[in-house]
């Protein structure tokens, strides 16, 4: 008995000795006055898609952590209809949806359903959560997944997600595999597997690695507003190594909510106090702020809890963090914080460092009155494991005509009709075996519209395809853009394609998708912005060797069992 009494006793001080050399210091705790903020988390999935428990019991974790606010955004097409949002357990939870698209994961918040699946193209899925009337915000950018990664830095996205702890975990997975890091980072993993039970958010938030979609941010920044923000992208569980979104057989519980709601938060700079009771009203005031930029981030499993602000004054006035500033005269930017005085506070003037070693609670810096945008990073330092604490949004010192506009594409001057305005000659369809399609000339007064019906059929997906064809034997040289002018029954996503090659032998094909509205709208569609449909030679379509014009629609943007009707009044091919 007393033999096994000093084997227990010895053990548990090996791990206790263990446990305090491996693991990362414990959080701080920070003497905190207020800063007004609205703390919570975006990018939480529950059990509607691949996270382990429903809101009632996530809203719970968020509450008994402190959190005010929690945004679900279980993975989905957007056809789903946001639930409305709900107080549970006193936090304030919303509805959105994390969008797979072609060039990474897309958060959609504040949004009415989609009356097509949004999928596709990740420039595509931003165009329609903007016409949608949402906020997008790009997902996980850094992931080491291709699939998960984001590629798509040019398209018109409103926020990204400069922090995600998931994609920590995946990044130093990556590296135990890898020869060059496998034995530091499978070191790494396995300390933080056992320091894990004892100090849970602080071991996940060590493996956070510098993020490298910031210089992504900062240089959409110059162009328009860009919300900084961080997600949480909580599952309550790591499901292995390539299983499907949604299964749940194999997976670990871990990290569970609550320790993942301790890493990180959003502080929402709110104009007027949550009421706490209206939901409605509550998410109104509360995404209005997350739209404007009037948020910062935090890591609060390093110290917590926060206290910041960033403003930027001249002569036109004071704005805060996610501001836009006119252009006036020298500017005096202020930062207050509670940072411990072994953090370093940086000032950012976008890519480079303003100023970079501050360690007071509050200082002014002066600056030239140029156009700019201006962040600020304050980086836990003096640990071991130093990084980014507490993140702000942009300043953007600028007016309307410092934001550098794309020259416009020259005029077209020569015009070859495909649609001659009177008969569907020259059109023909195609299928595949379950699907159904019919195009016909449609009079209207003075000729007719190129009318094109389609049904997909319904049940699973086996590749259904209607498609809209206009056969280009000769090829369509010297042209470089199609113009069409088009309507549908409902509004929906074609696919306009280029296909080259020969009956029999392989046919490349190019695609530049469009939004077809219930009213004729007008759209021109240059070829190099069209991009391939699997594999092709090369990455543009050459016009020499194109042998048709389609028109598609499949179940990338279109439900299976779906039917309508498009209207085509012209169409050209033009340069
Ligand atoms: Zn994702
Ligand atoms: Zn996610």
């Known amino acids: 008995m007393k033999k096994l009494f000093l084997v227990t006793a010895a053990l548990a001080a090996a791990v206790a000795v263990l446990v305090g050399v491996t693991s990362p210091p414990r959080r701080l705790t920070l003497a905190a006055p207020t800063d007004g903020t609205v703390p919570g988390i975006i990018h939480v999935h529950t059990n509607r898609s691949d996270g382990l428990s429903g809101p009632d019991e996530i809203a719970a974790a968020a509450a008994r952590v402190g959190l005010k606010f929690i945004v679900f955004t279980d993975h989905g097409d957007a056809t789903r209809r946001p639930d409305p949002p709900q107080y549970r357990s006193g936090v304030l939870c919303l509805d959105a949806v994390e969008i797979s698209t072609s060039g990474g994961h897309y958060i959609a918040m504040d949004m009415p359903a989609s009356p097509y699946p949004l999928a596709g193209e990740a420039r595509d899925v931003v165009e329609d959560v903007r016409r949608l009337g949402g906020l997008g915000i790009v997902a996980h950018p850094d992931s080491p997944k291709s699939e ?6 040019t398209a018109p996205f409103d926020g990204v997600e400069l922090l995600n702890p998931d994609t920590a975990w995946r990044l130093w997975l990556d590296e135990a595999r890898a020869s060059a890091t496998r034995w530091s980072a499978r070191r790494r993993l396995t300390f933080a597997l056992f320091d894990y039970p004892f100090r849970s958010s602080e071991v996940i938030a060590s493996l956070i690695q510098p993020s490298q979609a910031v210089m992504n941010w900062e240089s959409a920044t110059r162009r328009r507003r860009v919300v900084a923000i961080a997600g949480v992208d909580a599952h309550a569980k790591i499901a292995p190594r390539n299983a499907d979104p949604g299964d749940s057989r194999f ?18 700079r709110t104009d007027r106090p949550l009421s706490g009771a209206n939901a409605p009203a509550d998410a109104a005031t509360l995404m209005r702020a997350i739209r404007g930029g009037h948020l910062y981030t935090a890591v609060d499993a390093v110290a917590t809890p926060p206290s910041f602000e960033f403003i930027a004054s001249n002569e036109h006035g004071t704005v805060h963090a996610g501001d836009e500033l006119g252009v006036g005269g020298p500017i005096t930017l202020r930062v207050r914080s509670n940072a411990p005085p072994d953090f370093t506070t940086v000032i950012w003037k976008g890519a480079a460092v303003l100023s970079g070693d501050h360690h007071e609670p509050e200082f ?32 953007y010192v600028r007016g309307a005509s410092d934001v550098p506009t794309p020259a416009p594409r020259p005029a077209s001057t020569v015009r070859e009709a495909i649609y001659d305005g009177q008969t569907a000659q020259g059109w023909r369809t195609e299928h595949d075996p379950t699907s159904v399609v019919a195009v016909e000339a449609a009079p209207i007064a003075g000729g007719a519209d190129l009318r094109f019906r389609y049904g997909l059929a319904g049940g ?37 394609q280029l296909r080259g090659g020969a009956d029999g032998g392989a046919q490349p094909r190019w695609q530049r998708s469009i939004y ?60």
């Open 148 to 153: 998960l990664k984001w590629r798509e830095w």
């Open 251 to 268: 997976a670990l519980p871990f990290p569970g909510y609550e320790p993942s709601f301790r890493v990180l938060s959003v502080h929402v």
């Open 364 to 395: 002014s810096v002066g600056t030239t009155g140029e156009p700019a945008v201006y962040w600020v990073e304050i980086r836990a330092t003096g640990r071991p494991n130093p990084l980014t604490w507490i993140r702000s949004n942009a300043i």
């Open 460 to 496: 699973a997906l086996v590749g259904q395809v209607a498609a809209l064809v206009h056969d280009t034997a000769q090829g369509i040289e010297p042209h470089d853009r199609l113009t069409v002018s088009i309507r549908a029954e409902h509004a929906m996503r074609i696919s306009v």
């Open 516 to 575: 077809v509205d219930t009213v004729l709208q007008d759209h021109t569609i240059f070829f190099d912005t069209m991009l391939p449909v699997g594999p092709t030679e090369t990455v543009r379509p050459d016009p020499s060797r194109i042998r048709g014009v389609l028109f598609v629609v499949d179940a990338t943007n279109t439900k299976p069992g779906d039917s309508g009707r498009v209207w085509i009044r012209r169409a050209a091919l033009e340069h």
